[in-house]
């Protein structure tokens, strides 16, 4: 059997796997292969959101670039993330509390079963971690909490996960946000999908006085470069010192597979193609 990624109209993934798992939420389509090459992957309305063999290398570059470009981050918000792996990245950081808001309870009881290594615990014995099921945008609109990072690990901006790409959104997470607060998000394929990161940059400079864009390649997320946001309060997180970076990543003894302080500021370097396109 084959798993076949449909984000696209006219580029297709396909990477031999077997169904082991599928549901109709009433949110999205959920399914579970089991992938020779990439182990278990998990897919939405058919698109890969993350497999065992390289979600390492996304869930440490959504997480560590903000938590250690913050100078004490204690309370943190992740956005969307069912599938555990932003929150067990972020549990090696010495925050206070973490809330994960997640639409589709489905998704965490999933992977849960069929993807432990992504949560590693953090859904349960954590005292630090609150798991709320809502509208991550409804959320943000309503709560009285503030948060010094917010992550958010969305889908593409389809069905449920339109309403977290918005100025609205942008504005609403902004206010939430302590005063050094930031926030990071990914913005897709730089290659496959070059308006997302265009106008994600674009919103996130009307609410935010800096925005920062960082790169990593993700194999199962196809279109090469694969880009972060980070839009910051008060701190230009490209101006936090290579010292600062590695002193901290030094002292938490962060476990990383990907991450490193290298690659926190070889990330941020764009190719020229990338420049001029999102008005830098
Ligand atoms: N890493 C993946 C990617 O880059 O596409 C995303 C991983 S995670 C599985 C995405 C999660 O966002 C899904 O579990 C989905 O249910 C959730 N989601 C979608 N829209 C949401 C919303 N409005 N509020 C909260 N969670 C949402």
Do not use: C
């Not at 278990?40 to 440490?60: P, S």
């Not at 940059?201 to 390649?217: D, H, I, T």
């Amino acid at each position: 059997m084959w798993l076949y990624e449909t984000l696209y109209p006219d580029v297709k993934l396909g990477i031999r796997g077997k169904l082991i798992y599928k549901k109709k939420t009433p949110y999205q389509d959920l399914r579970i292969y089991d992938t020779r090459r990439f182990g278990k992957a998990l897919i939405l309305d058919g698109t890969i959101q993350t497999t065992e063999r390289d979600e390492f290398i996304y869930h440490e570059m959504l997480t560590h670039p903000p938590l250690l470009a913050h100078p004490g981050p204690e309370r943190v918000l992740v956005i969307g993330a069912g599938d555990g792996g932003v929150l067990r990245e972020v549990l090696k950081h010495a925050i206070k509390k973490v809330y994960l808001v997640e639409i589709d309870n489905e998704v965490i009881r999933a992977s849960k079963r069929y993807l432990p290594s992504l949560n590693n615990g953090a859904f349960g014995r954590d005292k630090r971690v609150k798991i709320i099921i809502d509208d991550g945008a409804k959320f943000i609109q309503e709560t009285k909490e503030r948060f010094d990072v917010v992550i958010v690990d969305s889908p593409d901006p389809l069905g449920a996960a339109k309403v977290l790409f918005s100025r609205k959104f942008y504005r609403n997470i902004f206010s939430v946000l302590s005063d050094k607060g930031m926030a990071v998000r990914q913005t897709g394929s730089t290659i496959l999908q070059p308006e997302e990161l265009r106008q994600n940059y674009r919103l996130m400079k009307q609410v935010f006085p800096y925005v920062s864009v960082q790169l990593a390649a993700i194999p199962t997320y196809i279109g090469g470069f694969f880009s972060f946001l980070i839009g910051s309060k008060k701190i230009n997180p490209e101006k936090v010192s290579y010292e600062k970076i590695s002193k901290r990543y030094r002292k938490l003894k962060l476990k990383t597979k990907y991450y490193n302080p290298d690659i926190h500021f070889a990330s941020t370097k764009l190719p020229t193609y990338l420049r001029g396109g999102i008005g830098k």
